[in-house]
């Protein structure tokens, strides 16, 4: 397991942006970011490979974008073109795994991003 430390999150007007962070205490085989909203699951948004390969859930694919820090153990997440219904809490994770099979290991404290006029 590694520790995961969040920042970024917040208010936001539909149309604008954030950028997520997460620092990893280690380094892992993937990292990337879940969201749960409110009465809803949690849903994978994005995850990155340490060998480059990312992967979206439809919703965020050309308003979102993953990327990471690997001298920092630190992934990002771009997010532009912010919709209401992006807000949630944001959990980062890292996982192992081999190519998109991956097993999630460590979880971050969760971030909220509130999108709203």
């Known amino acids: 397991q590694v520790q995961l430390v969040e920042s970024g999150g917040g208010l936001v007007q539909p149309g604008g942006s954030l950028r997520l962070s997460c620092a990893a205490s280690?380094?892992?085989?993937?990292m990337g970011w879940y969201r749960q909203a409110p009465g809803k699951q949690r849903e994978m948004v994005a995850t990155?490979?340490?060998?480059?390969?990312?992967h979206y859930v439809d919703s965020v694919k050309g308003r979102f974008t993953i990327s990471t820090d690997n001298a920092k153990n630190t992934v990002y997440l771009q997010m532009n073109s912010l919709k209401p219904e992006d807000t949630a809490v944001y959990y980062c994770?890292?996982?192992?795994?081999?190519?998109?099979?991956?097993?999630?290991?460590?979880w971050g404290q969760g971030t909220q991003v509130t999108v709203s006029s």
């Open positions: 280690g380094s892992s085989y993937a």
């Open positions: 990155i490979t340490s060998g480059g390969t990312t």
């Open positions: 994770y890292a996982a192992a795994g081999t190519g998109l099979a991956i097993s999630i290991h460590s």
